[in-house]
């Protein structure tokens, strides 16, 4: 194992918004690499107010925001301005990577199309991120994770029980699904770069990861397959894979395979179901899986979860228990795998949450707060090689705000 994480010299710029394109940033800077966020002036990134956005948690903390972009420096910069296209051509010449979720308008009135990019620094590796694609009808609309990822892929409807309406999904959960997409983009460009010495785009869009994410379902659609039906949890298709209650009010996630229905019948206590001929093979069990299904239900409903955890366990029967994401958050096992780790400099916060990906032979950057809106901007415009008085010039024209002020972490 080296003390050195594995991107470190790596260099960043995060001209994104909301979640995707900047918690795959995020990631990179995980393992080490210099990331420069990019905002507007004024607001700054929308992600900054997201999580005072119902139904989100109420928090002092501004805990998205850091989830989303700790250990980043930050700039505000008008891009409209001459002088902001300055300031980003030398950024870019900076960079080994660019990351961006603009809609394709907007790129080209920033000159942020990968085209003008790629003329100031052809070495680049440019990660597009969109809602729908850079094709097709749909190439303009904008996209959020709920309307493309979600909705669009098939992924929402298929997603609830029968006789129930689409509902709202949990917010960002699309969003941070494809940073982890467009983070393979950039490392699978970054390793192009390495083996050929050239720059080049790379890119993902949140409805190719909902229809990846959906795919047992769309793929069976492409291949002309008859479909079960959305859930029914008292008449399932398979009720060995499916939720029971316990006597508590808590919930379990049974998923329970043929060739293990035995430990499951003797750990309820009813051997005797193995010989019933309505549940001695698949079509059997799906052909009375109401029945089954009740009887499930009344001996999940005899017991409470912690008798289950233990009758379970021993029988070695696959089963998760149902949490709220209040009590996955104390789960140890998130602190022992380092799902959740310290992070530092945000009052309010002790935690946040760490990127999926772990490597054995290189560590992680210990998360640190996030900027503040244009927290960076002096720092940055002097390693770009912009005079104070150049500088000032910037401050004075609104290219760029005053000096960074305390604001709530």
């Known amino acids: 194992m080296t003390n050195e994480a594995v991107f470190t010299g790596v260099k960043v710029l995060d001209v994104a918004s909301f979640i995707a394109g900047p918690a795959a940033a995020t990631v990179l800077s995980d393992f080490g690499a210099d990331v420069i966020k990019v905002e507007p002036p004024g607001a700054g990134d929308p992600q900054r107010r997201l999580a005072l956005v119902p139904p989100n948690p109420r928090a002092h903390a501004n805990y998205a925001w850091h989830q989303t972009n700790r250990n980043k420096r930050g700039m505000a910069v008008d891009l409209k301005s001459s002088d902001g296209t300055r300031i980003l051509e030398r950024l870019v010449k900076w960079a080994d990577v660019l990351i961006t979720n603009y809609p394709h308008a907007a790129r080209e009135r920033l000159h942020l199309t990968y085209g003008e990019v790629a003329e100031w620094n052809p070495l680049i590796i440019y990660a597009d991120l969109t809602g729908f694609g850079n094709a097709g009808p749909d190439a303009a609309l904008p996209g959020f994770d709920i309307t493309a990822y979600w909705a669009r892929s098939g992924l929402l409807a298929a997603t609830r029980d029968a006789g129930a309406p689409p509902t709202l999904p949990v917010a960002g959960s699309g969003d941070y ?5 467009l983070y393979s983009a950039i490392v699978t460009g970054l390793y192009f770069r390495e083996r050929t010495g050239r720059g080049t785009c790379v890119g993902t869009s949140l409805l190719a990861q909902g229809v990846w994410a959906t795919g047992m379902l769309v793929s069976g659609a492409l291949a002309g397959g008859q479909f079960y039906g959305l859930h029914d949890r008292e008449n399932p298709s398979n009720p060995l894979i499916n939720t029971y209650a316990t006597a508590d009010g808590r919930w379990l996630m049974l998923v329970v395979f043929l060739p293990h229905w035995p430990r499951l019948a003797n750990a309820i206590g009813r051997p005797e179901l193995l010989s019933d001929p309505r549940f001695t093979d698949p079509r059997a069990i799906a052909e009375n899986a109401h029945a089954l299904t009740d009887i499930l239900d009344r001996a999940f409903a005899a017991q409470p979860l ?8 021993r029988a070695r029967v696959s089963y998760g228990t149902i949490q709220t994401p209040e009590e996955a958050a104390g789960d140890p096992q998130l602190r022992a795998t380092d799902i959740v780790v310290p992070i530092e400099g ?13 490597m054995l032979a290189s560590p992680k950057v210990p998360p640190r707060r996030a900027p503040r809106l244009g927290e960076h901007n002096d720092e940055v415009l002097a390693e770009l090689g912009f ?21 709530p972490q």
């Open 346 to 358: 945000v009052d309010d916060l002790d935690s946040t949450i760490s990127s999926p990906i772990t």
């Open 387 to 407: 005079s104070p008085g150049e500088i000032a010039g910037f401050r004075s024209e609104g290219v760029i705000p005053p000096p960074a002020t305390q604001e």
């Open 306 to 313: 912690a008798y289950w955890k233990q009758v379970l366990g």
């Open 177 to 181: 699904a494809s940073a982890m997409g």
